[in-house]
């Protein structure tokens, strides 16, 4: 790396916890970094669901690097075995963590990177790409130039439509009005617009079963509320997950939960339904139909998943597996019709790499539409790419990941999910059982300089 290259940040764009884990390493590396955050504050998206708790404990919500940090200056570490909300999550560790001197002159908030690209060159010109630095463009019209990027500004501003082809259902957008996206605060804030009312989730992943286990324990407090859950699959049965078995008794426990409220019938179950068509009521209420049936409801809460925004990196050489949107190298290691969350192999630099040199994106971003991700893998994931841009190939190649198992097995497409609150969201086949699957080290075949996916 050349001299002028090497005095430039390392731009990590997303001060989720992810990105501030990268930028924990990036501090321990002594690699000068730039955090570039949209929102007023770290962990801006996690806020949004605030109300929601967690279904891993702390033991895997921490970075190492970044309990390190946060150790010397005097944080009481949380109790390893208890399971924080989003709340939590941010007020004891994450906003510590962005105040911490070593992070904060860094981070600067309020701040939106549209794209990225390379200084003076389009996708195009080859001569020369290495050496010129990495441009962002922010959205106050200021230029950055940066060595590298670390793209871990993740999916939840780009969730799915509800449309069950991949496009938006007929009439989605004049539907607006009737939608609530994933993870609403039904218990709280949002309470007004579903007690006495009759909701529809749809989706099959866990920030569902969340979202349709606090509409139940509503319905349960007011008169004329009722919940209905659409699923595209025929059988709820992977929405469930491993319950008893899940290494995670947290997860494990929603899908019982759920099981029991629909056996019970207070929760109202359609399966094999794609939506087709929306259009509002004249009574008040929309339509949701799906080519045969119809429901007629007064909200839709739309728990459908979300999908990465490549359109920041569209002047990059970007190699994306067509299927799943993440890198080619990564897709066949995380695809939910093969694996859980528990069962994705040990994966780093290597396989987050593109054909353009010092862009990764880490994170859900690096998932691209596939659900099974944990915030443990992001973690390990920040250490590799990290240590890579350090030049300490033997470190960024020596991946270790510790995954809780999700119970499940047997195989089957996977259903539509989301990715919820700390991501794996829709259990894959993979083998039962009840403690975590250790896995590591993991070397590719290759050299000591860094690869490219392809």
């Keep these: 790396m050349s001299d002028h290259l090497r005095d430039l940040p390392v731009a990590v764009i997303g001060a989720g916890p992810v990105g501030l884990a990268a930028a924990a390493h990036l501090h321990e590396r002594e690699l000068p970094f730039t955090l570039l955050e949209t929102g007023n504050g770290p962990g801006a998206a996690v806020a949004q669901w605030r109300h929601v708790r967690l279904f891993s404990p702390w033991r895997y919500d921490v970075d190492p690097a970044a309990a390190r940090l946060l150790r010397d200056a005097g944080w009481v570490e949380p109790d390893p075995a208890t399971l924080p909300t989003g709340a939590q999550l941010v ?5 510590p963590l962005a105040d911490l001197p070593a992070l904060k002159p860094n981070i600067r908030y309020r701040t939106r990177v549209t794209a990225v690209t390379r ?23 200021a230029d950055l130039l940066a060595r590298a ?20 259902a007929h009439g989605e957008a004049e539907a607006g009005p009737f939608l ?77 939960r759920l099981r029991e409220h629909v056996e019970a019938g207070r929760i109202a179950l359609v399966t094999g339904f794609a939506v087709h068509r929306l259009r509002p009521a004249a009574d008040g209420r929309v339509e949701v139909s799906d080519g045969t049936r119809t429901l007629a409801v007064h909200r839709i809460v739309a728990a459908t998943g979300f999908r990465p925004d490549h359109s920041l990196g569209a ?8 299927v799943l949107g993440s890198t080619r190298a990564l897709a066949p290691l995380i695809d939910p019709n093969q694996h859980s969350c528990g069962t994705v192999p040990p994966h780093g630099v290597d396989e987050l790499a593109h054909p353009e040199p010092g862009y990764y994106a880490i994170g859900v971003k690096s998932y691209g539409r596939a659900p099974t991700f944990l915030m443990a893998t992001g973690y390990e994931q920040a250490r590799s790419v990290v240590a890579a841009l350090a030049g300490d190939w033997p470190a960024a190649r020596d991946v270790r990941l510790e995954l809780p198992e999700t119970g499940v097995c047997g195989g089957g497409p996977a259903t539509v999910g989301t990715v919820g609150a700390d ?20 070397r590719p075949v290759g050299g000591d300089g860094p690869t490219t996916a392809g």
């Design 180 to 256: 609530e996206p994933a993870l609403p605060d039904v218990l709280g804030a949002d309470r007004e617009r579903f007690a006495g009312r009759h909701a529809l989730v749809v989706g099959a992943g866990h920030s569902a079963a969340n979202t349709l286990l606090a509409l139940a324990e509503l319905a349960g407090l007011v008169e004329g509320t009722r919940v209905t859950w659409a699923i595209r699959a025929g059988d709820p049965g992977r929405s469930y997950g491993g319950e008893t078995a899940d290494a995670l008794p947290a997860r494990g426990a929603l899908g019982s």
């Design 315 to 322: 002047e990059l050489r970007l190699d994306l597996d067509p």
């Design 91 to 95: 007020d004891e560790y994450l906003q």
């Design 423 to 442: 991501g794996c969201d829709t259990p894959g086949s993979g083998p039962a059982g009840t403690g975590p699957v250790v896995v590591g080290p993991y």
């Design 149 to 168: 990027v670390v793209d871990a500004s993740g999916s939840w501003a780009t969730p799915n439509v509800l449309g069950g082809s991949g496009i938006p």
């Design 119 to 141: 200084l003076g060159m389009d996708r195009l010109r080859t001569a020369g790409r290495e050496e010129a630095p990495l441009l962002l463009r922010l959205d106050s019209g």
